[in-house]
């Protein structure tokens, strides 16, 4: 067999054409950076896209670049694992927005050579979808085996599955919802306004000098939202940080952080900086919130899916207050409604949102199951 | 009878002697700014203190001096209102720590003659509650009839039970809870930082050029927090914000608030800097985050109420997931262990943590019924 260069770790292809996108304008060029594990079958029959939430990436199953860690999903993509790379050729692009290598607001704008920063278009999760519908034709590849996604990657599988009907056979949608409720919303702002608010923010143009303190802030609130209270209740409850092996913690009465959980998301927030543009936070946010598959289909969610071949999947978690079991009902109601098989179930997990990916031997068993029965 | 110049409207009193707190320093002058409505009895035993909230202050039934709007709590205290001013002498001081003219960050540190700033002392609630046992002291009132506050309102209702029993008759502790959660003190945090990232906070030597866009931040973050999902959706859900009156709204495409949730909470966020200041919330939620009642009587919180005589009546609210029901059943417990008298109820209503604020029949009934037994 020959080696196709188009495939493997580390790609990036600058595709021909413009991309028309919601919002109403194009983007010329679009670049996509993307990863492949697997082979691709000669029928090319045997491909899943896997789709990345807000703040994940194409290193699926690869350590990345800048934080040096696993891959996101390593747990869940390789031989023999759930999504199993020995039998299927698995495609995970960076999505269109992000700051890993497709046209995002930090490329640069071919209209003036220098970074789009606030003059990229505003896009939409259908429009990352009909982005990674160019990668896939790129590829060669023109039905998926199946789709599958997590949280604003299980957006991309819902947008994808009601966009392309003929290019999914199958859906697999996780802790995810049809629409971001106003809750969804209010804590994107919160983020937003955090950014725009850091003076080194400076409209978008902010060069080599990002608005970190504004992006750790908005990474800190989201992050409260993947996490369940009783979650954070195990993990940290009301336990002080250590700050000298001597002693027993014990309040400081000041402003350091007393509790474990305060240096924890402290953590989150300054580590995030470091792999993630602020720019790209804005405009994936801004994204999600604008996602409401139901709007986009006159108001009735089943009319997205009506007509489709497509078998789904959809799965929640029980503390997951994030995108709660009820959203995912919803997407079943309108699966149902519109007479496609759907299988749904609601995992238990003390983790909330985040559970995903983590470890969970039963989210495995319906991955696999459901993939394997492809 | 002669008029006694300590009661009225817009009092304030610099008290004699020093503060000892519980981070081991002391406070003098202690200043507090305070409220009364109704008239103390000959036997000065119809005394109802009102503990405010994290953003709140003394104007509990009398127009906010900033705002124009009325008092917080107009639609509870007046005559032949739940708390009755006919019947009871209410007194509502503004907290330690806070800025409408009790001893807080902004006043004047008689060390130095300039704001406290971050030099003031880190207080908890128990010491809010110490100087506003040195306010009755002043205003010559021994023992409550009873103590009534809703959130850190209600914190400072049930530390003022366990720290001065024999000084209150009667709690009422509303929407609140014995101890910050994980989760409580994480949003707290997310709040701090935003106002210490802001380079106008100076190290809190910000002094006419206050942090806005932090604090704004902060109280944006906090606002979701004290509403209910359900109350969110129903009070704005994906309802776009009208631009223009010619033509219907619609999305932007853009960063300006396309949905009427992100217009809210930008209001939210502008309209507190004008009437708070920053230093205050990082004072006031670092003493909210040290609450933990058990902790403070040797982790058990029946220990907290043992031997006392105080009648209680505990209320939560079904929707509140701030200091959720759960919490409440928590201080019923140990109330009950500790063998006094208590009665519970949870409320319905839609509107979250901010329910003990807004207009609820069943609310007024309970207040009413539990001070009315008095």
New interface residues.
């Given amino acids: 067999m020959s080696v196709d260069a188009r495939h493997g770790l580390n790609r990036h292809v600058t595709l021909p054409g413009s991309l028309v996108l ?3 304008g194009s983007l010329t060029p679009v670049e996509i950076a993307y990863e492949t594990y697997g082979t691709l079958s000669p029928e090319r029959d045997n491909a899943i896209l896997v789709c990345h939430a807000l703040t994940g990436d194409q290193h699926l199953a690869s350590v990345h670049p800048r934080t040096g860690k696993p891959g996101w999903w390593a747990r869940m993509v390789g031989p023999g694992k759930p999504i199993d790379t020995d039998r299927f050729c698995v495609v995970c692009p960076n999505v269109l927005g992000s700051c890993m290598g497709t046209s995002g607001p930090a490329s640069i704008d071919p209209a003036t050579g220098r970074p789009y920063g ?1 003059a990229f ?2 896009i939409t999760v259908r429009d990352m979808v009909r982005a990674q519908a160019m990668l896939l034709d790129h590829l060669g590849i023109g039905a998926l085996a199946a789709v599958v996604g997590g949280s604003m990657g299980g957006m991309q599988a819902l947008s994808w599955a009601a966009t392309f009907p003929d290019r999914v056979r199958a859906a697999l949608v996780i802790a995810s919802t049809a ?5 969804n ?3 994107h ?2 983020g ?3 950014i ?4 080194r923010w400076q409209g978008g143009d902010y060069g080599d000098a990002p608005p970190a ?2 992006l ?2 908005a990474r ?2 989201a992050h ?1 939202t993947y ?1 369940s ?1 009783a979650g ?2 195990e ?4 336990r002080l940080q250590a700050r000298d092996a001597q002693e027993d913690p014990k ?1 400081s ?3 350091d ?3 474990q ?2 240096s924890y ?2 953590h989150q ?1 300054l580590s995030f900086v470091d792999r993630f543009d602020a720019n790209s936070y ?1 405009y994936i946010t ?1 994204a999600m ?2 996602f ?1 598959l139901a ?1 986009e289909h006159g108001g009735r969610l089943a009319d997205a899916f009506r007509g489709s071949a497509t078998r789904f999947c959809i799965v929640s978690f029980d503390t997951d ?1 994030l995108y709660p079991t009820a959203e995912s009902r919803t997407v079943v109601h309108a699966l149902n409604a519109a007479g496609l098989a759907v299988s749904f179930v609601e995992l238990s997990s003390p983790y909330g949102h985040d559970a995903f990916l983590l470890d969970s031997p039963a989210l495995d068993r319906v991955v696999g199951g459901f993939l394997g029965a492809a």
Wanted: aromatic content about 12%; proline content about 4%.
């Fill in positions: 919601d919002g109403g606030m278009p505003v629409r971001h409720t106003a809750q919303i209010a804590f702002e919160v937003r306004q955090a725009m608010a850091d003076p303190a504004g750790a802030v800190m609130a409260i996490l209270e954070l209740t993990k940290f409850g009301r309040l009465f000041g402003f952080a007393d509790f959980v305060e998301l402290r927030g804005l801004r919130d604008y409401d709007e207050w």
